[in-house]
């Protein structure tokens, strides 16, 4: 055998074994998905995150159905848990928050994952600000006259969240520490346990996604006072907002997609492809701003960087509170 035929030979050998090696990958990665998706949402039905998972869900053309599987507890730190530790195959996903993915570490002594090692991001998928609204018999219809009444009352007011590391709970932490005011915080298992207390008058504000308050504000239940963004929300522009009175005031909820660290990505990439389609269509988006949400879509790269500041922000404000979660 010639020296040319030896190494034509050799080369055609290190080919086959290096092809070899890689060939289950590229197949599994090629047929994804070849069985249903399950998307975790952290939080009970009625809720944004749940909306938007429901919308995917309904909309995403992969082949597969999208089952959408609601795992509330601990602050969304129980759904969360359960994807960072599911097999990263791409079939288990979580519709993430901006408490599950950015506040929770400063709240929690010991979280059962870690916010940003154990998930692959897929993209951004919306935002949207938190609405200031009280109890239609607090004698307050701005945020000036509720830091007054504040002032004057100290301790007086509760008010309520969705649970413990939710941006509706540090809303409140923030606002608390920027105006010298004191009020008691009071964690529900769930938004729908909180509003009827809300209504009720059991407690006396919250600082709620606007998708479920905006719609009783608009019904005369509850009083909208402002919202948490720097800019007022085209879906409410006549709601001022609290860095009006406040400046600097802003707590942006945030929703993203992430799957399990060591995902193929393969599998990520045509996720996040899916994700921009569907939030892009126009019934998708007119659903979504009736319900003031905003469409923010991103890269897996430019989540990440996101999040990452975020886990900065929220960090220093949880530590100036003093709030922890038990």
């Known amino acids: 055998m010639t020296r040319s035929v030896r190494s034509a030979a050799a080369l055609a050998a290190l080919f086959t074994a290096l092809t070899a090696g890689i060939a289950p990958g590229l197949a599994e990665a090629q047929t994804w998905p070849n069985r249903p998706v399950r998307l975790v949402v952290t939080f009970p039905t009625g809720g944004a ?13 992969l082949g597969q ?64 600000p938190n609405l200031l609204v009280v109890n239609n018999n607090l004698p307050v219809k701005t945020v000036s006259d509720l830091i007054s009444y504040m002032k004057a009352n100290p301790d007086k007011l509760s008010f309520g969240s969705p649970g413990v590391g939710t941006s509706v709970h540090v809303s409140g932490e923030l606002f608390k520490t920027m105006t010298g005011t004191t009020m008691t915080h009071v964690p529900y298992k769930g938004r729908q346990f909180a509003i009827p207390d809300l209504v009720g008058g059991s407690i006396q504000l919250m600082f709620d996604n606007m998708p479920s308050a ?30 009006e009175t406040l400046p600097g005031f802003e707590a942006v909820t945030w929703f993203a997609m992430f799957a399990p660290a060591g995902t193929p990505r393969a599998a990520i990439d045509r996720l996040h492809q899916e994700v921009l389609r569907v939030y892009r269509l126009p019934d998708v988006q007119e659903r979504m701003q009736k319900l003031g949400l905003d469409a923010v879509l991103s890269t897996p790269e430019e989540l990440a960087t996101y999040q990452a500041a975020e886990i900065s922000k929220w960090g220093d404000v949880v530590k100036k509170s003093g709030a922890r979660a038990e």
């Not at 791409?90 to 519709?95: A, D, E, F, Q």
């Open 49 to 61: 995150p749940d909306i938007l998972a429901r919308l995917f869900s309904d909309k995403a053309q």
């Open 214 to 243: 905006l719609p009783m504000a608009r019904e005369g239940k509850i009083r909208a006072v402002a919202v948490t963004t720097l800019k007022r929300s085209a879906s409410a522009p006549e709601i001022p907002t609290v860095a």
């Open 65 to 128: 159905p999208i089952i959408v599987d609601n795992r509330p507890g601990a602050g969304g730190n129980i759904g969360a848990d359960f994807v960072a530790k599911s097999a990263p195959d791409g079939y288990t996903l979580v519709m993430g928050t901006v408490g599950t993915h950015a506040i929770n570490g400063g709240l929690y002594a010991k979280m059962p994952y870690d916010m940003v090692r154990d998930f692959s991001p897929v993209s951004l998928v919306a935002s949207a």
